[in-house]
Nanobody, 127 residues
Framework: QLQLVESGGGLVQPGGSLRLSCVTS????????IGWFRQAPGKEREGVSC????????NSADSVKGRFTISTDIAKNTVYLEMNSLKPEDTAVYYC????????????????????WGQGTQVTVSS
C-alpha cells in the first residue's frame, strides 16, 4: 500500500524557517515525481514545489522561488521541503503527493496528475 506521511509543520514567526518531511512507503521515490502542494483556508490548492523521480529536475511556484528548496533522500525514501524567509501568506496545510511518471526528468505542479496524497501538515506563520 502506497503511503505518504508529512511532518514538520508548526507555528513560526515571519522570517523564520521550517523543514517539512514526506516519508513514503510502499514505493520508492526514485520511481515517482513528488510534489508539495498547499491549501490555505478559503483558497484553492496550489502547487509549491516538485522534484522529478531522478532528482535532477525541480520546479517551484514563483511565490516561493528563492525561499523554498525541495530535495530527496532516496535511501530514506523521504522528500524534504526546506522553507526559509517564511511569510504570513505561506500559512496553509501542506501536502505531499506522488505521481507515477515515465519521464524521469520531469515534474509538473498540476495536482490532478498526482495519484497519491498524504494527509497534510499545518504551517502557520504568525507573530
Amino acid at each position: 500500500q502506497l503511503q505518504l506521511v508529512e511532518s514538520g509543520g508548526g507555528l513560526v514567526q515571519p522570517g523564520g524557517s521550517l523543514r517539512l518531511s514526506c516519508v513514503t512507503s510502499g514505493f520508492t521515490v526514485d520511481h515517482y515525481a513528488i510534489g508539495w502542494f498547499r491549501q490555505a483556508p478559503g483558497k484553492e490548492r496550489e502547487g509549491v514545489s516538485c522534484i522529478s523521480s531522478n532528482g535532477g529536475i525541480t520546479n517551484s511556484a514563483d511565490s516561493v522561488k528563492g525561499r523554498f528548496t525541495i530535495s530527496t533522500d532516496i535511501a530514506k525514501n523521504t522528500v524534504y521541503l526546506e522553507m526559509n524567509s517564511l511569510k504570513p501568506e505561506d500559512t496553509a496545510v501542506y501536502y505531499c503527493a506522488a505521481q507515477r511518471i515515465r519521464v524521469r526528468s520531469l515534474c509538473v505542479l498540476i495536482g490532478p496528475l498526482y495519484n497519491y496524497w498524504g494527509q497534510g501538515t499545518q504551517v502557520t506563520v504568525s507573530s
